[in-house]
């Protein structure tokens, strides 16, 4: 948690530092977001087998490009994974995957007018993220479902790949609370690309995981 912070604080003054060389409108703020992730298996060596409930939390940043376009970008803290099942010989494995990112969203935000205090806003782009921690619960069972044997927070990181990338899509809207400070509710579905897991997982496991998340923040 302390690694986490320091590199949420350094991150922060590196984008402080950045506005800094901007001239044009600027908007910064915070945003925190409960999420449900689950992993979309790419080959037959591994079966999805349930969603797993996350939380992300980061600064939201927003360079104005004309009245209703923004480019915008900041960095997450993103705690996500999912549950999946595979079997090895007579035995099979249960995991359920608690993976923490350092994610850079880089996104277009399209905006509506504002009517009565209140603005319509959908976002689309891409995502990159780097694998900060990353954790397992682990069963296992026999052909019959009799339970062998059971590991909580088994350090599965050299298994994770470090590199994730993604599509971001979302929607929601702004509510006016005084001068430029506006209350932000939207929803975001972000579609990972790549494998989740290394070269080096053992069964050549191929998957990606993705995630859907409830957006409440804060824009200055």
């Known amino acids: 948690m302390k690694k986490t912070f320091i ?11 950045g506005y800094s060389q901007y001239n044009g409108n600027l908007r910064l703020g915070l945003r925190a977001a409960p999420a449900i992730g689950w992993i979309k ?26 009245d209703n376009y923004s480019f915008a970008t900041g960095f997450d803290i993103a705690s996500i994974g999912g549950k999946s099942k595979y079997k090895r010989t007579t035995e099979i ?19 509506t007018n504002q009517v009565s205090a209140m603005s319509f806003y959908g976002q689309i782009g891409l995502g990159l993220g780097f694998n900060l921690n990353s954790k397992s619960d682990e069963k296992i069972t026999d052909i019959t479902g009799s339970e062998i044997n059971h590991h909580t927070n088994l350090d599965v990181k050299k298994e994770i790949n470090f590199i994730r990338s993604s599509l971001i899509i979302g ?18 579905f972000n579609n990972g690309f790549l494998n989740m897991f290394s070269k080096d997982n053992l069964y050549n496991k191929n998957a990606i995981n993705n995630y859907i998340a409830l957006n409440i923040g804060i824009l200055f």
């Open 41 to 66: 298996p790419k080959s037959d060596t591994i079966t999805a087998n349930g969603s797993h409930l996350g939380f992300s939390f980061g600064l939201v940043s927003e360079f104005v490009l004309a």
């Open 171 to 188: 929607g929601g809207t702004e509510i006016a609370i005084m001068g430029n400070t506006a209350l932000l509710i939207g929803v975001t």
């Open 7 to 17: 590199v949420f604080l350094s991150l922060f003054f590196l984008i402080k530092l």
């Open 93 to 111: 494995i249960y995991d359920e995957y608690k993976l923490k990112y350092l994610e850079i969203p880089l996104t277009l935000k399209m905006k």
